[in-house]
């Protein structure tokens, strides 16, 4: 097949392709095609740019899509579908020209699926053209029948997500905050990256981040490189993430010979910050991953850490449950829908269903449940979603109150994230009262993480 899309648009077109159609993930999936095809630096960035920003706001693109064709974008060929929602892309956000994004469509589809849809693809794309952002956005709002419709299509997050952070941040007492987190959600990040303690240093001309104390701001470039020439003393990470790992390693006195585990720890970021300061307080680390493949990263982000630490590959539940009161600090970082994630991982708020939650509480308090057991008297597990769902968060922990209740006492996490933070932090108290924290990206420019501090009495 000969194509003649120019290589940036195809690459984000293959993306955006396997995304929708097979599951792929496009923080795994660009890179490699961003190598098959061999583009420059300046082209990789527009690929990337046109990859996220598709996949971000994809429910607008749709609906628009649905208006100027007058077809339910499901009835849509998947091919032609995906080409359509990168053409409307580069018409409604980027300053691509009108004539070229319209141009450039119709030849991928021609490309994908031959000419018998090129007229279709044609027509649609040059209706888009006919009307700016605003008016689009003018004709949608108006089309809505409800307010969470409306927000739906106009944030371009599923209704189900849109209620459930709703429900969240009123926990807090901050559900007007629900149009800004949203915004947030639909923001390019930064690039962060965390030195590890005792064993890095933050470039001199780097700009820190406000919390982590050992995150700074990518200073541009291929960060690849810097972690490379690190030895993985450097690395990519999200601000919040390296908070709660800080936050239960920093917690109270470390005692001579303590035993710490990762319960849940691929990809293995927060695990190297716990090796990292285990090495530096004396502890012991142990990991665990079920997954082989994510184990391996674990081995990988642990390589430039002069500890030994042993990375197990057994289920969770088991792994803990076979070592009754054996580490002084546990990290339970569950697997979790990944909502305070979206605007690293865009696809994912059309990927959840809301009948994913109920089974990953299942599982994250079986986990919790299990490192429960395996923790010693006196010890602390700190549990971590990046997600804000309440099921997720105080639901699990309610669940185990109710089980296991009289075996923990809940401690304050967010004097914990507070203690080690360079800046001052928003953390409201919850409207149960609890110690528990959220963070959030549009409060606090981090990914939306949530800690839990449980001590085992003794």
């Known amino acids: 097949m000969t194509t003649y899309a120019a290589p940036a648009r195809r690459v984000a077109y293959e993306v955006i392709h396997a995304v929708s159609t097979s599951d792929a993930y496009a923080n795994l999936a660009l890179p490699v095609a961003i190598r098959r095809q061999a583009l420059s630096p300046q082209d990789a960035g527009f690929a990337t740019e046109l990859t996220y ?49 319209v141009n450039e469509t119709v030849q991928l589809v021609r ?39 409306r927000l739906s299509v106009m944030a371009s997050h599923p209704v189900w997500v849109i209620r459930a952070f709703r429900r969240a941040l009123a926990a807090e007492g901050r559900a007007d905050e629900l149009d800004a987190l949203l915004e947030a959600d639909n923001v390019s990040p930064s690039v962060v990256m965390a030195a590890l303690p005792g064993l890095a ?17 990518s200073p541009g470039g291929d960060p690849a490189a810097m972690v490379r020439e690190s030895a993985g003393r450097v690395r ?10 800080l936050a239960l390693a920093r917690h109270g006195e470390v005692k001579p010979g303590e035993k710490w585990l990762d319960l849940c720890a691929g990809p293995g970021g927060k695990t190297a910050i716990l090796a990292a300061e285990a090495l530096a307080v004396g502890a012991t680390l142990e990991a665990n991953e079920v997954t082989p493949a994510r184990a391996g990263l674990v081995r990988q982000a642990l390589t430039g850490i002069p500890l030994d630490v042993v990375v197990h590959e057994e289920d969770g539940r088991d792994f803990a449950a076979m070592r009754p009161n054996t580490y002084d600090r546990i990290l339970v970082d569950a697997p979790c829908t990944g909502l305070g994630a979206l605007r690293r991982r865009p696809e994912s708020r059309w990927r959840k269903q809301p009948g994913d939650v109920a089974d990953l509480a299942d599982l994250q308090f079986e986990l919790l449940d299990a490192a429960l057991m395996a923790l010693k008297p006196g010890g602390t597990i700190g549990y971590v979603t990046c997600s804000p769902h309440l099921a997720e968060t105080n639901g699990v922990l309610t669940h185990l109150r109710r089980a296991v209740g009289d075996e923990f006492d809940e401690l304050d996490a967010r004097a914990a994230i507070q203690a080690v933070s360079r800046a001052e932090l928003d953390l409201p108290t919850p409207a149960d009262g609890s110690g528990r924290a959220q963070l959030w990206p549009h409060r606090h420019g981090t990914d939306g993480m949530f800690l839990a501090l449980l001590q085992k009495k003794a």
């Open 53 to 101: 920003g598709t996949l971000r706001r994809l429910g607008t693109y749709d609906a628009i899509i649905e208006m100027a064709s007058k077809r339910s974008i499901d009835s849509v060929e998947p091919a032609v579908r995906d080409a359509l929602r990168l053409g409307v892309h580069q018409v409604l956000a980027t300053r691509v020209a009108d004539h070229a994004a």
């Open 111 to 149: 490309d994908m699926v031959g000419s018998r849809a090129t007229g279709f693809a044609n027509a649609v794309m040059r209706r888009v053209v006919e009307a700016d952002l605003d008016t689009w956005m003018t004709r949608l709002e108006e089309a809505s029948h409800s307010d969470d419709e």
């Open 201 to 217: 240093e933050i470039p001199d001309e780097a700009t820190r981040t406000a919390g982590s104390p050992v995150g700074f701001v």
């Open 236 to 245: 990519v990470q999200d601000e919040g993430s390296q908070l709660v790992a």
